[in-house]
């Protein structure tokens, strides 16, 4: 777990001119009982003596963590899966350049869902072409990966060389985390198929097959 900051008595006001800047990231995907999420600062907290410090604050259950700059410009948020996932902010807290000038500070949003993956697979036999649609996602309590059981979403399709993609059929995954669609067309096309995710999974897009 990162270290707390303290306050600095006295302080002087922020300067306009200088700023810590805070990059994390917008979408945490939980694949394990244990993320160690990579935090990066900028700015004249990270030189010298400086530092910097932000408190990350779930909406309804609080601080959950904070990351310190001591004159670095890395720092790893320690995130497992007993703690609550959803959208928390990167609340600053304070920073300081190295003659104790008190900086300006930004306040990123991180998402945490579980993770998930989608697969398409497509044969061709004369103008009958096979779609095939797997889902995974992460389970907390088994620690593992499993199907992605009811997933919803939309097997799509474009013509090659060509950037728009159309929805084809409508998905909804079976108790093995699988869907299956057969149909005619004599044209080669790109497929894919988009997940949609949900207020826990995150969502989800295979590969780009052509058949």
């Given at each position: 777990m990162a270290v707390s900051a303290g306050l600095m008595a006295g302080a002087p006001t922020a300067s306009a001119?200088?700023?810590?800047?805070?990059?994390?990231?917008?979408?945490?995907?939980?694949?394990?009982?244990?993320?160690?999420?990579?935090?990066?600062?900028?700015?004249?907290?990270?030189?010298?003596?400086?530092?910097?410090?932000?408190?990350?604050?779930h909406p309804?259950?609080?601080?959950?963590?904070?990351?310190?700059?001591?004159?670095?410009?890395?720092?790893?948020?320690?995130?497992?899966?007993?703690?609550?996932?959803?959208?928390?902010?990167?609340?600053?807290?304070?920073?300081?350049?190295?003659?104790?000038?008190?900086?300006?500070?930004?306040?990123?949003?991180?998402?945490?869902?579980?993770?998930?993956?989608a697969g398409l697979t497509a044969t061709r036999s004369g103008s009958a072409v096979t779609l095939n649609v797997r889902a995974v996602r992460y389970w907390v309590s088994g620690d593992k990966n499993i199907p992605f059981t009811s997933?919803?979403?939309?097997?799509?399709?474009?013509?090659?060389?060509?950037?728009?993609?159309?929805?084809?059929?409508?998905?909804?995954?079976?108790?093995s985390g699988a869907y299956q669609y057969r149909y005619a067309s004599s044209a080669a096309r790109d497929y894919r198929v988009v997940l949609n995710g949900t207020s826990s999974i995150w969502n989800a897009a295979s590969a780009t097959v052509r058949r």
């Open positions: 001119a200088q700023s810590c800047t805070l990059s994390a990231p917008a979408r945490v995907s939980v694949w394990h009982s244990y993320t160690g999420v990579p935090l990066r600062a900028s700015g004249a907290c990270t030189i010298g003596s400086g530092w910097g410090a932000w408190d990350l604050i309804t259950q609080g601080s959950q963590d904070t990351a310190f700059f001591d004159g670095t410009a890395t720092d790893t948020w320690d995130y497992y899966t007993f703690e609550p996932m959803g959208r928390m902010t990167w609340r600053p807290s304070d920073a300081y350049d190295s003659y104790s000038n008190m900086l300006s500070q930004n306040a990123p949003v991180s998402e945490v869902r579980l993770g998930s993956w997933a919803a979403g939309t097997i799509q399709y474009r013509a090659p060389g060509t950037t728009a993609w159309k929805s084809l059929k409508y998905v909804s995954t079976n108790s």
